[in-house]
């Protein structure tokens, strides 16, 4: 039997097998940018690159340039943490405790594990 390797999807950073052949894409990224609407349009190479979730490390499609989280029970998930990391910060503050020194810091190339 010939094997024929499956290629994989198309995007960037995405090893996925390819699902549907005709859009060379795997199984999520075409369920992606179908529900996105975006394959009735047909404009192709206009989406948005796929990124990983900053909540859960998803790889996703954004829908919109600032999109960061795979789906609204991440984005809420975030919301609700920043929400609740402001309040904490709010209460150091007030309890006048010196700044947490990790949150200048955050965004340096990351060596957390
Ligand atoms: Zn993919
Ligand atoms: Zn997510």
Redesign the pocket.
Known sequence: MPAIPVPA?E?DG?D?PVAVLKHR??A??YAGLRRAGKLTTASYGREIA?RACLKCGR?FEPVRANHRHCGPMCQNAAGQERRYLRRQQRDAEQSSTPVAPDLHNSNRSSHAR
Do not use: G, T
């Open positions: 999807c995007r995405c996925e894409l795997c999520a990224h796929p790889i």
